[in-house]
DNA sequence: GGCTTTCGCTACGAGTCGTAGCGTAATGCC
DNA sequence: GGCATTACGCTACGACTCGTAGCGAAAGCC
């Protein structure tokens, strides 16, 4: 969430009910609106705050529109299902379901597009969004190497950037798949795509 | 390009001279100010045109980004560097120079987020930049299974949905290695990624 | 020359932005 | 209980952008 300073401990503090109506109202507009046609001004309203509350939180749009998405992202596990492939499918079926919500495909996109130009944004992004699931990856694989599914890696360099090739493999194809080719990314699909990201396409 | 009816032969004909002014000072003005703070008429100003010229012939920011955008890829091409590896590589990188432009980086992703909400946008985008691309998976794909690297497709409908799935997966991937994790598809990633993409992540 | 369409220009109402100012409400500290 | 401090709701504001309308002039085809 946005950062309070932990020092003012005076004073009337900030209603955490309107913390969450907020949030749930950007949404809410998001769904109706999108992106572009959300304003600030309708957020306040639906929320049943005033506009200049909102300004003292977020520093604008963007912002707003990150931590409303990121609280959707909470709901993320990695369940253990027994093997490498069907934790993939499962975990990748999560997430899919989640950027299939009109809410999320709206706002993420748009946040990260204003992130090229936004250092701070993109910051944002990846500790609220990013991060979440790049543990599921650490995870996964923790898992598969224990099963000896996966070898163990011996130098930690190349480890942190398999993983990091792993989560822009995974993430990036189920974006892609739900945002350009606007096609579900449903079991059959999830389960090709495991079959490629593991056994490749000579099969 | 935007639909110009075909049976208008009378009366004096658009400047092409304004449409080529008009695209490339959208570029500029994607680098300078990014996608949020792009307007039309600095855009008309930048171009030495009327705002209203703009309108006649756009329906909006969304539908003008892509045009401008689109002239990009026109570079992409599948040069024959002789095993498929070496042409996945080859073609990856050229995606990835062009997706590190600040003026593509900026414009494409938002464009992609307007058109969750937008199917005649979607499809502009689909028709003038993805279907180039796809083009180069079926090219690829064909000489790989005439030089016996890949076995050949006997089913028509699983052909199609694994080339829908290779395009996901190469697309979406360079997209959120440079967007999300903003950091540079490289020749080692490439290879990186090449490697998963052919052998799976169990080699 | 006449017809048709585009062009540049100006002007306009509508809507949004982000901020300032004010009085009031809610908390911690003494 | 009183005081300082901070958050809140409300109103109003200038600045900006939007997309469109109307005009006279320009550029092509018959």
Known sequence: ??????????????????????????????VELGWSKLTLGDVATRAGVAKTTLYRRWAGKNELVVDAVAELFDALELPDRGSLAADIEGV????????????????????VAEATRDDALRE?????VV????????????????RGELPPEPDPASSARTVDLIFDMVAGAVVHRTL????????????????????????
Chains 1, 2 share one sequence.
């Open 131 to 146: 991060d979440r699931q790049k543990r599921l990856v650490l995870e996964g694989r923790a898992r598969a190497q224990a």
């Open 1 to 30: 969430m946005q950062s309070r300073s932990p020092a003012s401990r005076t004073g009337r503090p900030r209603s955490a009910t309107a913390d969450a109506a907020i949030l749930a109202a950007t949404r809410e507009a998001l």
């Open 124 to 128: 944002r992004i990846r500790a609220s």
């Open 180 to 203: 350009v080719s606007a096609e579900p990314a449903d079991e059959e699909w999830v389960r090709g795509f495991t079959r490629v990201l593991l056994h490749g396409l000579g099969d």
């Open 92 to 111: 990748v079926l999560q997430f899919a379901t989640i950027l299939a919500l009109p809410e999320a495909k709206s706002g993420l996109m748009a946040v």
